[in-house]
């Protein structure tokens, strides 16, 4: 079966930070896409991060504060945020797709929610 499951969300304060884990099943994540998007209440899903053939692209001025890594052994992709803000609180969700990152990507985890209190 071909799943994402995201972890790792909770709540944070201010200035801290969070990791959080998107492992993938069914499916060998590192020759796919994959992205990290999130969902803030009452707004709409925005792209945050996107892996692609061995490139990272972020989201304007997020590169530093957010990172990316991957352990390929685990099937898994991590985002890091830190220096959080209370508009980083959001559900994270992270997907994968064959061929690139966009708001269609193939396959979507459930989304992990981090709260930033202020």
């Known amino acids: 079966e071909v799943q994402l499951v995201e972890s790792g969300g909770g709540l944070v304060e201010a200035g801290g930070f969070v990791r959080l884990s998107c492992a993938a099943s069914?499916?060998?994540?590192?020759?796919?896409?994959i992205g990290w998007f999130r969902q803030a209440p009452g707004k709409a899903r925005e792209a945050v991060v996107c892996?692609?053939?061995?490139?990272?692209w972020y989201r304007d001025g997020e590169r530093g504060r957010f990172t990316v890594a991957r352990d390929d052994a685990a099937n898994t992709v991590f985002l890091q945020l830190n220096r959080l803000k209370p508009e980083d609180t959001a559900v994270y969700y992270c997907?994968?797709?064959?061929?690139?990152?966009?708001?269609?990507?193939?396959?979507w985890g459930k989304g992990t929610l981090v709260t930033v209190s202020s």
């Open positions: 069914g499916f060998i994540l590192r020759e796919k896409a």
């Open positions: 997907a994968a797709d064959d061929l690139l990152c966009s708001d269609q990507m193939d396959y």
């Open positions: 892996i692609r053939d061995g490139s990272e």
